[in-house]
Structures are given as C-alpha cells and as structure tokens.
C-alpha cells in the first residue's frame, strides 16, 4: 500500500509523491516518471511494475510527479526544471528512509532527468536509465551529459529495448560504453514500452541494483 508525501523541489514548488516502504528496508529508490507532456505520470503501468519488483526485494521506492502534473504545482518543461523536481523528491526519500543505498532510476524522458542529476548528487550509489534519449529533441526533451562529462563514480545500467521505436538503442550503448562506470543491457524482443517484458525488465534491474546491497 503506497502512502501519500509531500515533496518540495528546490525552488519551492510543492510535489504530488507517494512512497513504499518494505518491512525489512535494505535500499531507497527514487522513480522518475516519462514525458510530463506526453501522458506520463508517477502511476505508469512500468513504473508501477518496477515498484512492485524492487519493493519485494528490500528497496523503499518513492515515486512523483513532475511540477504541472496531477497535483503537483508549477508548469511542465523539457527536463531542466523537473531536474529540481528529482532532486527535491530523493532529498525528500533520504529523510523517510535513512541510512541506507540511494539510487534513482528512470524510463525515456526520466532516463534523461536521472542521469542530468547524477553529477550534483555526489552520495548516488547507482542510476537506472531505461531507455534514454541519448541526443535529446529540440522542444521536447534535452539531452543527456556526453560521456566526457560524466565524473560520476557511481555505477550506472542503461537499459534498452531491441526494437525500440522512440529513442535509438544505438546511441544509448554507444553512449554506455563510453562511461567507464556505464553498463549496457539490451532487451531482445522489447520496445519503448517494454509490453510483455516488465518481468525482465525488472529482474535486469533489481539484479544490478542488488549488487549495491
């Protein structure tokens, strides 16, 4: 059963968030949700599967929408603002789960929001990147740091599906392969929206964020 909190992100604008939190707490995961303007919400049926995974494994799990989204304040933006958004929500999950892994994951538009905040969050321990838009959109979405950029220490999985439609898995393992700390997995068989794989998906990512514990 999800609980409802309130999360403010750093410049004051006050978030819809609700978390889970298992019996016996090993990790804390925060979740950032797909393109605010293109129907996604904290309650995507992926990210719901993912919570579902990784909460049975031992991770709490907050989830959140965006400023501008549900009853979130503020208007939507192309990643930067919701930047705020993340950072503001995992300050929010260190406080309910102390003491414990922090680590952030998310899928398309939030693949790109988790791997832009990793560089201000120094105490990460791992980033989930599910299907990135590596070179961004003009008006839609901006783009990843280059691989040159990335002084991050933590590990990172990047996570693509085989015949992904929306971002090109090409570039996402190009990209991958050029961080030293990066790992790549390819889905076979999978799309942007991983139907019919969340299973997989899920275990690929609670395997490698298990190695964290």
């Known amino acids: 059963m999800s609980d409802a909190v309130e999360v403010d992100s750093v410049d004051g604008l006050k978030l819809e968030a609700e978390i889970d939190v298992p019996e016996t707490l090993g990790g804390a995961l925060l979740l950032c949700h797909p393109h605010p303007q293109m129907g996604g919400t904290m309650n995507a049926p992926l990210l719901l599967a993912l919570r579902d995974r990784l909460v049975a494994g031992g991770w709490g799990v907050l989830r959140f929408n965006y400023r501008g989204i549900g009853s979130s304040e503020g ?29 952030v994951a998310g899928w398309s538009f939030g693949a790109g929001v988790a791997l832009r905040i990793l560089p201000r969050e120094p105490a990460l321990e791992a980033v989930v990147a599910i299907a990135p838009s590596v070179r961004g959109k003009e008006g839609v979405t901006i783009p990843v740091p280059a691989a040159h950029e990335v002084r991050a220490t933590a590990p990172i999985l990047v996570v693509c599906g085989e015949r ?28 942007h929206f991983f139907w019919g794989q969340y299973d997989r998906l899920g275990d690929t ?6 190695e964290i514990l």
């Open 164 to 191: 992904d439609e929306q971002v090109s898995p090409a570039d996402a393992r190009a990209w991958a392969e050029s961080v030293p700390t990066a790992r790549y997995v390819e889905v076979r068989g999978a799309n």
């Open 75 to 103: 208007e939507t933006g192309t990643g930067g603002p919701e930047e705020g958004d993340a950072r503001g929500a995992l300050r929010r999950l260190r406080q309910l789960c102390p003491g414990v892994p922090m680590a």
């Open 205 to 210: 990512v609670a395997s490698f964020l298990d």
